[in-house]
């Protein structure tokens, strides 16, 4: 489903190379889920990217469903995005002029993937039904990032990549809303990778890896 091999990403900064991954392995069956964690600046959300083909790595090798991400252009690498992979960010990037329902399309709309059944089960899952016209300002936190969850699960993808989803949140909606994240990638049968600082939020996952040092260690969980 998702392999890295080796990866190794360095970034220029004013103070000069920084280097982040070095060497990093990394495999995902289909259907696992897996929580990365490790303290801030640690390379999580620059491991996500690579992953996601949104970067691309100073060496090693990333595949993800059957493609070398480097042996994709910008535009193809984009349409597999589009096709296999969901994002959740922890701002919500929700469309602000789209309603609930024209948000939750939207992505699966580029994609061709629309399932006007698919959605309309979506919306009821996500504890939205009555507010398909609502507009995200009209949404609370949890309210929106469930939105943002039903739309990254729209186009059925293969993976779910996850950067810190309920880091915005309280408590309280943080609990919720990782529950219904967890339902759903488990109803799609979706592999899911999810950046999180919280031993709790990792604990239901299948496997935990902490990065430390440019390296990658597999924790207990
Ligand atoms: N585009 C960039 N240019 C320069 N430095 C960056 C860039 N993106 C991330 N970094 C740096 O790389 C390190 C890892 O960042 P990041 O992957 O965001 O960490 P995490 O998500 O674990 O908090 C940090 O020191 C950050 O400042
Ligand atoms: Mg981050």
């Not at 060497?23 to 390379?43: N, R, W």
Request: aromatic share 4%.
């Amino acid at each position: 489903m998702l392999a890295l091999h080796q990866v190794h990403k360095t970034f220029n900064t004013p103070q000069g190379v920084l280097p982040v991954l070095s060497g990093i392995d990394l495999t995902l069956q289909a259907g696992e889920s897996l929580a990365l964690m490790g303290e801030s600046g640690s390379g999580k959300s620059t491991l996500l990217h690579l992953a996601a083909g949104l970067d691309v790595p100073d060496r090693g090798q990333i595949i993800f469903a059957d493609h070398d991400l480097a042996t994709l252009d910008e535009a193809e690498r984009a349409r597999l995005r589009r096709q296999q992979l969901g994002l959740v960010f922890q701002q919500f990037h929700l469309v602000p002029s789209l309603n609930v329902i024209d948000n939750l399309r939207l992505q699966a709309r580029l994609a061709n993937r629309e399932d006007a059944k698919w959605s309309a089960h979506l919306v009821k899952r996500l504890g939205l039904s009555g507010r398909e016209r609502y507009f995200p300002e009209q949404l609370s936190g949890g309210q929106q990032q469930r939105l943002a969850i039903g739309r990254a699960l729209a186009v059925r993808p293969s993976l779910l990549l996850a950067d810190e989803p309920t880091g915005n949140l309280d408590e309280q909606s943080a609990d919720t809303v990782l529950e219904l994240l967890l339902e759903l990638v488990a109803e799609t049968r979706c592999a899911l990778l999810m950046v999180t600082h919280s031993a709790r939020v990792a604990k239901p996952l299948n496997r935990v890896a902490r990065l430390h040092r440019g390296q990658l260690q597999d924790a207990p969980t």
